[in-house]
């Protein structure tokens, strides 16, 4: 690269800083990306903080200047390492001297910024990466920004963005390109940080239904991050598109805000009084003026988007209405493309609410109401495919009646409650824990379940009468691509995905779905929708084969649909009230006072009363593997309490003919804290653990899990530090032992964060709902790969 070549570019000085203004979204390679996409924001009359943009060629003549790029060669020839060479260029970089003629133009750049807000002003200096470099920066997290900074520290600053073109991450992954070190230039953005009174989200959506006729505006006093972070529940304004009208504003108990503190230089958070914290952070007028620029923006992009805002206290209305950054919207975009129509279909807001309760399988349906109080009501048998069930309580009884409801909604039970869990699997829309559906809504009365937000709606209030559920599908539409191929298209991860199924029958409606087996196969449904009998009065009846046999057949059609990968199937674990209701039952089971604490799992197993009928579940087991072949089923003992039960019932396990092998594994459920407690003896005496996060929270927090009433006062919640702290711990006890670890809980199929951490406490595999396995598999690859990435630079620093 000719010295004389580039002085002779830097001729002009126009193009060394432009303001925002003057850039238009084809200067990438002048102004960066970040530059370009703030000046055609600009371009459309959107207004975002007042910027100018140091421009590639800015850089390019401050090397020059410095003779920084003989340097820098010279460093990278000189160097062995990245490492080296990258700290050696950034020194380089830092120490160099800003060319007297730029410097001025800088200070006079910033002088007219601050001219505009009449005080010296604050900015934010950010790198933004050209054409060339666009895809390092966003992989190599080449993205700095400094916020805060004040004019003496300016010009320190922008050097540091510079030099941050030569981080060590970055030069690896050019160099793993073949790209040149020297052949890329930098822009950099500098933006008057917004000194907000007020800041939020806004969504050119709504973010619950997907409904593209609104604008939905999130807003908290301070900063945006508390919103952006999610760190408070923000006000809300909702806004008609079509005629910019405030449809609906709810003012939220806000508690905290982010401001700058200047004095410590740095963002504090502070508690709200009770008084600003129930006081509306937007005015109609400011809700009304970023709906406006919301609108320019989407119709700009083409598309829904989701923005940043703020509003300035240095500047008056509309003059501090200011969007920070816009992007397209991705979770509905992506939900649009699996289920298409969604969107559309969703709930509006209007409709006369009758019930809410708990959103425990998304999805939206419109139908006629039945309200059947018990299994045995000879409505039953006049149920209509499509209707919506409205009960009390579901248990495994109900299963046929729920396959065919086009929604369901009880009074009691939590996110784990059987109707929840069952709901979820079968994909039919349901809200549970409503406390009183079964006596506000009217037996045949017309309702619409949105069961997205866990409200009813008298009446059709929907513009199509279809069940839309928002479960996963993987599209298989496309001709002619063969599933090993469609399932190569999803990213491989060290953290095996595994799946949840009970229902036998609607494995092939989820083989297209990339998991890696089935982490647990409920047998509750085979045995009261398939066998029906109570095992004991089989037993009594001279027909065990025919528990036996059907067992063995539902086991069976999944572990073959899948064979090879594992299919980890459950001992038993109704409760007393459960098995009472099998044919035959009541003559076999106690009245227990607290069946979700009693008679449950391996003590069972190990009661002479049972025993006989554990040993046929142990037969079917046997029956799969030797005489079909399936070698890919392994066991799991549910609700083990001590390690004397469990040595017990694997002793009978064994006199049935199966014992533990190099194919054949035994697991325990992780579901009695005495478990975690003891895991190490535990680990001694099987091949796995399988998390029961909705039982392990349940004993662990003391807290019913069926409980709507704990559940809406915040009590159920297995991402309570206590919970995953146990887990983290059974880990390490397990893998002490050599030993694995896995979840089948409800958890990670609701909360991304509890995903994140089983990966990074290095659990061996999940096993979610059928609808989580597409999400739950990228979000382990891409934390997988986080922390691939954190160690390889850990590694490259401790050299
Ligand atoms: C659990 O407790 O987390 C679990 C998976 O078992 P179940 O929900 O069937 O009790
Ligand atoms: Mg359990």
Not at 57 to 64: I, P, Q, S, T, V
């Amino acid at each position: 690269m000719g010295s004389f070549l580039l002085v002779e570019a830097i001729s002009s000085e126009e193009d060394l800083i432009l303001d925002v203004s003057q850039v238009t979204k084809d200067m990438v390679q002048l102004a960066g990306g970040k530059g370009a996409n703030l000046g055609e924001l600009t371009s459309i009359g959107v207004r975002v903080p007042p910027a100018f943009i140091l421009t590639s060629k800015a850089f390019k003549y401050f090397l020059e200047y410095n003779n920084l790029f003989d340097k820098i060669r010279d460093t990278l020839s000189s160097s062995e390492t990245s490492e080296e060479a990258s700290e050696k260029i950034k020194q380089l970089i830092k120490n160099a001297k800003m060319p007297d003629k730029l410097s001025s133009m800088i200070y006079q750049a910033y002088d007219e910024l601050s001219k505009k807000v009449g005080k010296e002003i604050l900015v934010a200096v950010r790198s933004s990466a050209t054409a060339e470099d666009i895809e390092t920066a966003s992989f190599a997290g080449q993205q700095d920004t400094y916020l805060n900074v004040t004019k003496d520290e300016l010009i320190d600053r922008i050097k540091d963005v510079w030099a941050s073109l030569y981080n060590a991450r970055a030069m690896e992954y050019r160099k793993s390109k073949g790209i040149d070190d020297l052949s890329i230039l930098i822009a950099v953005v500098v933006q008057k940080m917004v000194n907000s009174r007020s800041a939020g989200v806004m969504f050119t959506l709504h973010p619950v239904t997907g409904d593209e006729k609104y604008i939905m505006i999130e807003s908290n006093w301070g900063l945006g991050e508390s919103v952006v972070g999610g760190k408070v529940t923000p006000d809300e304004v909702l806004i008609e598109k079509s005629t910019l009208r405030i449809v609906e504003k709810k003012v939220s108990n806000k508690n905290i805000k982010i401001v700058y503190d200047k004095q410590l230089k740095k963002n504090v958070t502070i508690t709200l009084d009770e008084k600003e914290s129930r006081l509306m952070s937007i005015t109609d007028e400011e809700a009304i003026e970023l709906a406006k620029l919301a609108l320019k923006i989407e119709e700009h992009y083409k598309r829904p988007m989701d923005i940043e805002w703020a509003i300035d206290n240095d500047l008056s209305f509309p003059e501090n209405i200011f969007i920070v950054q816009a992007r397209p919207e991705t979770f509905w975009s992506s939900k649009r493309k699996e289920n298409k129509n969604i969107a559309e279909k969703s709930a509006p807001i209007g409709g006369k609410v009758l019930v809410r309760g708990l959103a425990a399988s998304p999805g939206i349906a419109f139908g006629k109401a039945k309200i059947i109080l018990d299994i045995k009501d000879p409505k039953v048998h006049e149920f209509q495919k499509g209707e919506i069930l409205v009960t009390k309580m579901t248990d495994p009884d109900w299963v046929p009646l729920m396959k065919i409801a086009g929604a369901i909604i009880t009074d009691e039970g939590g996110m784990t409650s059987h109707a929840a869990i069952v709901s979820r699997e079968l994909g039919i829309p349901a809200i549970v824990g409503s406390r009183e559906a079964t006596k506000i809504i009217r037996d045949n009365q017309e309702i619409t379940v949105d069961a997205i937000r866990g409200i009813v709606y008298e009446g059709k209030v929907l513009q199509t009468s279809e069940t839309v559920s928002q479960q996963a599908q993987p599209s298989i539409g496309i001709q002619g691509i063969s599933r090993e191929v469609l399932l190569s298209l999803y990213p491989v991860t060290a953290t095996k995905i595994y799946m949840n199924l009970g229902e036998p029958d609607v494995i092939d409606k989820y083989l297209d779905l990339p998991f890696d087996g089935i982490g647990l196969m409920r047998i509750e449904f085979i045995v009261s929708e398939w066998v029906r009998y109570h095992p004991l009065y089989l037993i009594k009846i001279g027909n065990a084969e025919l528990f036996v046999d059907k067992l063995a057949e539902g086991i069976a059609k999944v572990a073959s649909a899948i064979y090879p990968r594992p299919v980890v199937v459950r001992f038993s674990d109704f409760k007393t009230n459960e098995y009472k209701k099998l044919i035959g039952g009541e003559e076999f089971e106690p009245d227990e006072r607290n069946p979700m604490i009693g008679w449950r799992g391996v003590s069972r197993y190990v009661s002479k009363e049972y025993e006989p009928a554990f040993r046929l579940e142990a037969k079917a087991i046997r029956k799969v593997r030797e005489e079909m072949g399936l070698k890919n089923v392994w066991v799991m003992f549910p609700f083990v309490r001590t390690t004397w039960e469990l040595e017990k019932a694997i002793k009978i396990m064994e006199e049935e003919g199966l014992r533990r092998d190099s194919d054949f594994k035994v697991w325990i459920m992780a579901e009695v804290p005495s478990v975690v407690v003891l895991a190490e003896e535990f680990a001694k005496i099987v091949d796995g653990f399988s998390v029961g996060s909705n039982d392990l929270a349940q004993l662990t927090l003391g807290v019913d899990r069926d409980s709507e009433l704990l559940a809406r006062m915040g009590y159920y919640d297995e991402r309570d530090p206590a919970v995953l702290e146990s887990i983290r711990k059974l880990i390490k006890a397990a893998h002490k032992y050599g030993k694995t670890v896995s979840i089948c809980g409800q958890a990670p199929s609701v909360y991304p964060a509890v995903v994140e951490y089983l990966v990074k406490a290095g659990i061996d595999s999940i096993s979610v709902n059928p609808d989580a396995v597409i999400n739950v598999r990228r979000q382990v690859a891409s934390i997988e790969q986080q922390i691939i990435l954190r160690n390889l630079n850990g590694k490259r620093k401790n050299k």
